[in-house]
């Protein structure tokens, strides 16, 4: 009874932070072609979102989760790395060794938020990577805030439901 009336306490408080993160992000973003995907549409059959940013201080933590995720991705799965490019002090650098490193069709597909409006929607820090997992149909099953593991990424591709 307490952990409901909490629950429901914290709907009343933040309502539209908990309706925002309940489902996919309805946005369209490019990738580092320019091409153009709608967030919500890529992870309706399920899939894992990873929100980060190109700073010095997440590059580990970028390079754990892009090496983890697809190692451990069963077949089929989506995987969509957002690069908040809002926070990043060397932008022009981060993007072209982007288009360098991102391969077509070779997962992850990895998108561009100028504007950082995806991590807001997400409630994820400025300063944080989070890994955000999406069960068949859209809506968020699961969130992962601590550090990239081989262990860590089986858990979070078994939350795809």
Request: proline share 7%; net charge neutral; charged share 20%.
């Amino acid at each position: 009874m307490k952990i409901f009336v909490l629950t429901a306490l914290a709907l009343i408080i933040f309502p539209a932070a908990a309706l925002a993160a309940a489902e996919a992000p309805d946005v369209t973003l490019p990738d580092p072609d320019g091409g153009m995907h709608n967030v919500a549409s890529l992870l309706k059959g399920g899939g894992v979102l990873v929100m980060t940013a190109p700073t010095l201080p997440e590059k580990g933590v970028q390079e754990g989760w892009s090496k983890c995720l697809p190692d451990a991705m069963p077949k089929g799965g989506m995987l969509i790395f957002i690069e908040d490019m809002s926070v990043s002090a060397w932008k022009s650098i981060a993007e072209n060794d982007m288009r360098k490193d991102w391969k077509p069709g070779v997962p992850p597909m990895l998108l561009l938020d100028e504007k950082g409006g995806v991590r807001n929607v997400l409630g994820e820090a400025r300063d944080a990577t989070g890994v955000f997992v999406y069960g068949k149909g859209g809506g968020l099953v699961y969130t992962y805030r601590g550090g990239p593991s081989a262990g860590a990424a089986k858990t979070i591709w078994g939350k795809v439901k």
